[in-house]
Every structure is written in structure tokens, then in C-alpha cells.
């Protein structure tokens, strides 16, 4: 019987860590350090609310926190965006490149953590994503700065996604209270079924 080692969702493929060329990176790759062992569901919500809701303006993403990169992958895929794909561990993008590889994309990396990515270089940026990115406590201030860094510069809109974590969730409550915005609650169904909250604050 032949094993699925993939799923699809919004024209997108997501590998599990099963996957045969994910596997292969496992042998040969040190191991991601900061939870970048897998593509995490928030994504999910990022990718279908931009399936529902195109932006304005998709030509440079800066996916922050990428991970395995899905969210920014499918925005090369579905909007021909240039991405940089900015993670602080450089473990995770030997998987990234295979999950673009696998997608038909590529998009540029950037070892960079949040409060080493500064105003001139948001600048560049129409949308800015983020999927799972504030689970700690000690990152709520840091993500929070960040996204006023991007209003400051300029970035057209922001979206980030989580699965209802109370550090997200304080510093959603810091950027709307600031800036404006919404909370939307957001769930997704069929092969990847995810549920969670977006953050989303259009600065145009």
C-alpha cells in the first residue's frame, strides 16, 4: 500500500518528516534548533486567508520566522512575489529549499532575528507574514517592535498567524492598540485542518 508522504492545500505541497527528500536532509543537515522541525499549521491560516483575500500589492514578502518557509514558498507560487525567508537558525533552510524545490519556487534567506531587521531593510517590503512566530513570553516585545519597525517603514500589510498562544495574543493586543488592525479568529478544513487566530493590519 502506498504511503502519502505529502498533503495539499491551496495549490501548495506540504511535505510531512517523512518525506523521502526530507529525510535525506535529516541525514546529511545539523537539526533545526528552534522549532523549525516541521511546517506548523499556522501557516495554514496565513496562506488560506491570502487565498480569500489577495493583497493589494505581492511583489517583494518578507516571510519572518519562515521555518520550513511554506507561507512565503506559496506566495511565490500563487503571486510570483519575490521572497526572503528570514529565520535565526540557518538549520532550517536546507528543508526550506526542499519544500520550495518540491513547490517549483525558490525565495532568498536571511539569517536574522526579529530585532536585527531593521527599518531600511523593511522598507523593501509590500506584505509581511509570520506563522508561529511569538510562542514565548520573551518574544512578545521583539515581534511587537518589529511590526512597528514595518508600519514605520512602510509595509503595505502584515499578517501573522498562531494557534491562540497568550504571548501572540499579548502582543496582537500592544500592535492593534498602536496601530490599529484585527483579531480574526480563522479555520481551515479538508487535508490540513487548522485552527487559530490572525493578526492582520493593513497599512496602506
Known amino acids: ?8 492545500f491551496r495549490g501548495a505541497l506540504f511535505p510531512t518528516a517523512a518525506h523521502p527528500a526530507i529525510r535525506a536532509v535529516r541525514r ?3 537539526a533545526p534548533a ?9 501557516s495554514c491560516l496565513v496562506i488560506d486567508y491570502l487565498h480569500r ?6 511583489r517583494r514578502v518578507l516571510d519572518v520566522g519562515c521555518g520550513w518557509g511554506i507561507g512565503g514558498i506559496w506566495c511565490a507560487k500563487r503571486f510570483g512575489a519575490a521572497v526572503t525567508s528570514v529565520d535565526a537558525d540557518p538549520n532550517v533552510f536546507p528543508y526550506l ?5 518540491l513547490n517549483g519556487v525558490r525565495t532568498e534567506h536571511l539569517v536574522r ?37 514595518a508600519i514605520k517603514a512602510g509595509v503595505g500589510e502584515i ?6 498562544r497568550s504571548p501572540f495574543l499579548a502582543m496582537a493586543e500592544r500592535c492593534i492598540d498602536r496601530h490599529g488592525g484585527e483579531l480574526l479568529e480563522w479555520r481551515t478544513r479538508g487535508a490540513l485542518a487548522a485552527r487559530g487566530t490572525l493578526l492582520h493590519i493593513n497599512n496602506r
Open 159 to 164: 499578517l501573522i498567524g498562531d494557534p491562540e
Open 1 to 8: 500500500m502506498a504511503v502519502n508522504h505529502a498533503r495539499r
Open 53 to 58: 483575500h489577495p493583497p493589494a500589492a505581492c
Open 97 to 101: 529549499d526542499v519544500v520550495a524545490g
Open 34 to 42: 528552534i522549532h523549525g522541525n516541521k511546517l506548523w499549521k499556522s
Open 113 to 149: 532575528r526579529f530585532e536585527r531587521i531593521t527599518t531600511r531593510e523593511l522598507a523593501e517590503y509590500d506584505l509581511l507574514i509570520g506563522a508561529d512566530i511569538c510562542f514565548w513570553d520573551e518574544l512578545t516585545g521583539p515581534v511587537a517592535n518589529l511590526v512597528n519597525r
Open 28 to 30: 546529511r543537515s545539523d
